[in-house]
């Protein structure tokens, strides 16, 4: 359509009319990729334990759902280079959910992403730890990220698993302000499948047993204020019992985040993260260009 009416600005006598055309082109594009790009969408990106391709003894116990070091490496380089805000659960939930608080000003053009990962794999201190504090000691930025922990899981002082993080590295990593320690409650139960006492008990032991790890180095009591939902599993039971100590819940569903549209604190969808995905997939995914999904129409 636009080629035939280039054509009749050509043919009419208004030949001026031609650069007009290709302004109204613009202007057009101009909309389309100012809208794509001002979507209120946050992508929140759901990793689980981290392998190091080097290192082959790592990566028989995890399969898929571990991603690729160098891989993850790239990826928070990318992010950092190109201003993006890592958001902590708290941050999530001031400015852009609740909004009860206006986002600072160094922080407005910034773009807004979360990096969380779930059941407290060792590599998050092993691999993990050592990659945020390089990359702070290159570029002078504190990359932070939401570590969803079951405490009922983490290793025992002096014990020989070296499959999950203890309370000392998670406190390590708090005290040095790169760790967001969350909830994924007690056990990494399906909550859906539980009796009423053992629901409220798997999330509220979660929260005690957290804040016990880390109380001298949390006094905001920041530490297990949100959840994530072992295996993403919830129905309307859950959630009520989940709201009674947590401010927020977070899904694993393979959505992004329209937080313009979400009403429900309980439903924060969240990306899966694994090694089929690959790091330039994952750069659109931040750059808000992800395909739409259903919860991102109001
Ligand atoms: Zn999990």
Redesign the pocket.
Same mark, same amino acid.
């Given at each position: 359509m636009i080629g035939n009416n280039n054509n009749n600005f050509f043919n009419s006598q208004k030949p001026k009319s031609f650069p007009l055309t290709l302004a109204l082109v613009a202007i057009i594009f101009f909309f389309i990729l100012n809208f794509t790009h001002t979507q209120p969408t946050i992508p929140i990106l759901g990793f +689980?334990g981290i392998i190091d391709s080097k290192n082959t003894t790592l990566q028989s116990y995890q399969g898929e759902m571990d991603y690729p070091k160098q891989d993850l490496e790239k990826l928070l380089e990318y992010f950092i280079l190109h201003d993006y805000w890592f958001l902590t659960s708290q941050d999530l939930y001031d400015y852009f959910l609740k909004k009860s608080q206006h986002i600072p000003d160094d922080h407005r053009n910034k773009t807004p992403v979360m990096i969380s990962f $779930? $059941?407290g794999y060792k590599t998050v201190y092993t691999i993990l730890l050592p990659i945020l504090s390089k990359l702070e000691k290159k570029y002078g930025i504190k990359v932070k990220v939401v570590l969803?922990i079951?405490p009922g899981t983490l290793a025992k002082s002096n014990s020989r698993d070296v499959t999950h993080l203890g309370c000392r590295e998670l406190r390590e990593g708090l005290r040095r302000g790169f760790y967001d320690i969350q909830s +994924?409650g007690l056990n +990494?139960k399906d909550l859906t499948k539980l009796p009423r006492y053992q629901l409220v008990n798997e999330i509220l032991q979660a929260r005690i047993e957290l804040r016990k790890c880390t109380q001298d180095l949390d006094p905001e009591q920041k530490v297990a204020s949100h959840l994530?939902y072992?295996?993403g599993a919830y129905n309307k039971q859950v959630e009520r019992y989940v709201s009674k100590y947590y401010l927020s819940s977070y899904l694993y569903n393979n959505e992004i985040l329209n937080y313009g549209c979400l009403k429900n604190f309980y439903k924060i969808p969240r990306l899966m993260m694994n090694r089929k995905k690959t790091t330039n997939a994952l750069i659109e995914v931040g750059k808000g260009w992800y395909p739409l999904n259903n919860n991102e129409k109001c």
């Open positions: +689980h $779930d $059941d969803f079951n +994924h +990494h994530a072992p295996y």
